[in-house]
């Protein structure tokens, strides 16, 4: 008999609540920095954008969610290397992980994307994976570090790739309800949710999303993401899907 009473279900006292889940800590991982700039427009950089962004998110969240502490990978112009970056929200027992980052592309490509852990489907979807892992090479005994991966290698990749998350279920909520947030309130083209080998997402111990809020290689895209209402939209679309995605964990009602 457990102890609480004589049933030994302190559940049947009536000042007793069941157990609820809550979402309590999120990490917000702005992409790249410090000497790795990431891709560029012909302004602006991903470093820096990505950076307006998950601040803004940030700022959403506690305003919007004060019971939900946020911590951040960065909230200035530093390098953080990648599975460090995953580090900070195993150490800190996050619920959620969301890294912010900007694409790249050939000429016409444009659109948010939104990432998940998972395989490689295309090849494009490779190339995606490649250009955001290859940050490794700028970080001191990378193989080692990272199992001998070689992110030039799209044999490391296909291996890789073969990991599944065990919270697959719960990103992929997350990633349809931002890309939802994008198609409808932001107004944005959507290139949809996908899945790819992110080692960032592979090394973090909680449900964890990617998000390529555009292409910084198109003038339209990259003059809006430079753009502190873009920024904050970009943020807010983010922002909404994650209250909603709370609320749906919690099972508590839309105020």
Known sequence: MR?????????????????????????????HGGKDIGCN?????????????????????????????VIYTRKTDV?????????????????????VHCNAGPKGSHGTEVWTMGLHKTDANLSVAQREN????????????YDGFDPRSPQSHIL?????SAYITNSLRLAQRIDHQFRTDVGRTSRGVKQAGFLVLWKSTMPSVLVEAGFLTDRKEESYLNDRAGQQAIAGGIYQAFRAYKRDLEGTRAE
Do not use: M
């Open 160 to 164: 890789f790739s073969l990991f599944q």
């Open 134 to 145: 290859s940050v490794i090479l700028q970080e001191k005994d990378y193989k080692k570090r």
């Open 3 to 31: 102890p609480g009473g004589p049933a030994g279900d302190p559940a049947a006292r009536p000042e007793a609540a069941p157990y609820r889940y809550r979402l309590r800590t999120v990490v917000l991982d702005a992409g």
């Open 41 to 69: 427009g012909a302004d602006a950089h991903e470093a820096d954008v990505a950076l307006a962004i998950i601040k803004d998110l940030g700022r959403q969240i506690s305003d919007g969610l004060p019971d939900v502490r």
């Open 79 to 99: 390098f953080v290397e990648l599975d460090e970056r995953a580090a900070i929200a195993n150490r800190n027992h996050a619920d959620l992980f969301i890294s």
